[in-house]
């Protein structure tokens, strides 16, 4: 690990709480090209050679393709246009080019005028966890906490410690229930969701816990079932009458709900799990041969 600086742990320099948004965007026109010259774009963007001169990619015209896909003019190109970008339109590109960057494998090295590599073979996976690494690093220093996701999406960055819960896989075999459970952590991280937009996603949870019911006798008290659903159903989430109860801080009670309730789910089907009967590995291998 990184040795911490002396005026950050001190607190005195500026940038302690990371940097603005001005600088953040002049870092990323650094990291790109970096990019760029590893031929981290070559795939999709093309590149430049002395002889052929503008080598196209599989995506021909960027700044069109940019535009049809973000919907926003002047974003293109990076080193011209991202010192002027809003955080929307930082994140935005971001998102684009996790879609079209792949590492590079093989080539042929073009050695008149040290041209350089001209690449050929890609993994398209490998250069998007590369590319999701880097730009990790970059946001860690920027003074809103975001990361990019395994999927390509920034999201808000998970508070310290609920990492583990965030990243374990929902442990169940319906697909309808992990489904329901990542799109709804998806949808409470998303970047610039609103408190309505997390209201829905602790709500989608909610109805996560309610599939489950009939379980959750196996993993908690029914009081504490009761208390569950009692704020789901009281407090303004999954209903909206002149009963609910509004008086409290949305902002922190949301968070606190969708944590409570995401580690509930977890709990329950991970109790279930464990009640299970385990198969013994020879009952197994004895009905496979009485099956021959």
Sequence with gaps: MAKVPYSIRTGINPRTNGFDLKTTNGLFVRLYAQLDKEGYTHEHFGFWCVDMHDVKGKVVDVEFTALMTLRKPD????????????????????????DHVSKPLS???????????????????????????RVNDLLAL?????ELSADGLILRQTPSGFEQLLDATVPTDDKTITARVKAAVNEYRRHGASLDVRRHAVSDLAGVLEALRPKMAEAITSNDEKDLFNIANNFMIRHHNDRQKTAYEANLWLSW???????????????????KPKRNPGDLVFRERMER
């Design 257 to 275: 709900m969708f944590y409570v309730y995401l580690s509930t789910i977890h709990l329950i089907l991970r109790r279930v799990e464990l009640r």
């Design 142 to 146: 920027y003074e809103h906490r975001f």
């Design 107 to 133: 080539g042929n090295m073009h050695t008149y005028d040290q041209c350089g590599m001209h690449w050929e073979t890609f993994d398209k996976g490998a250069g998007q966890r590369e590319f999701r690494k």
């Design 75 to 98: 974003l293109w190109p990076i080193a011209d246009k991202a010192p002027g970008y809003s955080e929307d339109d930082l994140f935005d590109m971001i998102e684009f080019l996790f």
